[in-house]
């Protein structure tokens, strides 16, 4: 399951200052957002440049490339594709130049009605040169611009046509806009330092530079960034329920975020203590599946007075690997990513924390290589409810047919997987864990309620 990127914007009231370096640390501080590509625009008050490439920020820039980055103002993308293969066409920022000067985008979030809006702009004459709905919006906001000079504008007339979820940040000249969309469904937080104002997906991104957060950009919120800031708010959004994906949560954010307010570390201790309320299990220690389920086995093993360990090692050096198509070449992928210690396994009954289980492959294959290292018993925790329909705002997860938990009862996958217990997390205690209201979350992926219209094709696809 991946999510779809991760940006970051600067304003610095100082014209002098060069901000390229800021936005480097703050594109690496988000790289478990996206490792495919990496892209930085910046503005120095005559021109603007872009620079991107594909990759790891590490390997997209160096001190070269940085150096002839400058500019007091800039935004910056690391990409996962979930809309668009992954080439270079399609990393961001994108970024035109039209009659009123250049204009560059970055944007973390999927595009439900992209393709109509695609074939109306290409039907009037725009040549789109990637397959992702980014530089759809891209276009769209030139051609607002063009027909009227006031960007603000422009992005009231453009949101009103979107559908599904964006966060963006959008440099046109040396102006920064930032654009939370009306439900909030993907995080977006403004910081400080000294001249500096800051936007980004999540707050380390402002730790690594030093920047103190200031806020969480509203739901429907458009910020200006210039020599002053200035708020707006999209027509019709008052209407609007606020919908937090409840994944940055469970798994997207690094742990050490604040999102929308809440500690995401906070927020995963939470989920282990309230798996140990609701699913105690008689074990000898409790060991996470690494990395992203390591805060909530920590919560359990808090809780439960059961010691805390570790059985599997993952790899970290590891990218994406090809599709493997026998089962035998399967576990071997497994083992390459994970590998179980068998000295702190053999034998033992152990309580294994997961974060979530999407199609389940991966979670059999782990407890088949766990068996084989000796475990007595495996008792399985989930932190969040199961997965029974697809997200359509930039999670890239699988088809409902390819959901276990949409085509199985909870005794069929505990047999499936082979476990000696199951539990997953009800949505009642996630909601509670998380701390904000059922109300201002999404779950469609636990119970199909989903903040957006959807269109019908997309549905039936699912
Ligand atoms: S459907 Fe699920 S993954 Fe997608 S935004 Fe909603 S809560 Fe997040």
């Known amino acids: 399951m991946q999510d779809k990127c991760g940006i970051v914007g600067i304003y610095s009231h100082n014209t002098s200052e060069n901000i390229s370096y800021s936005l480097y640390y703050g594109l690496y501080a988000l790289q478990h957002r996206g490792q495919e590509s990496a892209g930085i625009s910046l503005h120095n008050g005559q021109r603007m440049k872009t620079y ?9 820039f160096n001190n070269g490339n940085l150096d002839k980055l400058k500019g ?13 293969k992954s080439l270079l066409e399609n ?21 439900i009605n992209s393709h109509e809006l695609r074939e109306e702009l290409k039907a009037q004459g725009h040549h789109i040169r990637s397959s992702t709905d980014s530089e759809v919006i891209c276009h769209m906001l030139s051609r607002e611009y063009i027909k009227n000079q006031d960007m603000i504008q422009c992005i009231q007339e453009v949101s009103q046509k979107l559908i599904g979820s964006y966060s963006l940040v959008v440099l046109v000249n040396n102006d920064l806009y930032v654009v939370r969309d009306p439900v909030g469904l993907k995080p977006l937080a403004l910081g400080e330092k000294g001249d500096i104002k800051m936007v980004a997906s999540e707050t380390v991104a402002f730790d690594v530079i030093g920047a103190q957060l200031i806020r969480d950009v509203e739901p429907g919120e458009i910020i200006l960034l210039n020599n002053k800031t200035y708020s707006y708010k999209m027509k019709n959004v008052h209407n609007m329920p606020r919908a937090h994906c409840m994944f940055e949560y469970v798994y997207f954010a690094r742990p050490d975020s604040y999102i929308d307010g809440r500690n995401v570390y906070q927020v995963r201790l939470n989920i282990g203590q309230e798996l140990y309320k609701q ?35 993952k790899n970290r050096y590891i990218g994406r690997t ?25 034998g033992k009954r152990i309580v294994l924390v997961d974060d979530s289980i999407v199609r389940g492959t991966t979670s059999r294959a782990l407890i088949d290589v766990l068996k084989e290292t000796g475990v007595e018993e495996i008792h399985l925790r989930i932190g969040c409810p199961p997965i029974i329909s697809p997200c359509y705002y930039g999670v890239a997860m699988a088809t409902k047919k390819e959901l276990i938990a949409a085509n199985n009862t909870l005794n069929d996958i505990h047999k499936i997987l082979g476990v000696d217990s199951l539990g997953y ?25 989903y903040p957006t219209t959807l269109p019908k094709d997309l549905v039936y696809q699912a």
């Open 52 to 60: 991107q490439g594909m990759g790891l920020v590490c390997d997209v």
């Open 72 to 84: 007091n103002v800039g935004i910056g993308h690391v990409r996962y594709s979930t809309t668009g």
């Open 91 to 111: 990393s961001q920022p994108f970024y035109s130049e039209f009659q009123g000067g250049s204009i560059a985008i970055a944007h973390n979030g999927d595009i």
């Open 279 to 313: 699913f105690p299990a008689e074990a000898d220690v409790v060991m996470p599946i690494p990395d992203s389920a390591i805060t909530a086995a920590i919560g359990y093993s808090r809780s439960s007075g059961l010691p805390y360990g570790e059985g599997l090692i």
């Open 322 to 346: 090809f599709i493997m198509p026998t089962q035998g070449e399967r576990e071997a992928s497994v083992k390459l990513k994970m590998n179980p210690i068998k000295s702190e396994l053999e």
């Open 425 to 449: 997390l009800s949505l009642d205690s996630l909601v509670k864990c998380i701390g904000i209201g059922q109300d201002r979350l999404c779950t469609g992926c636990f119970n199909e309620e």
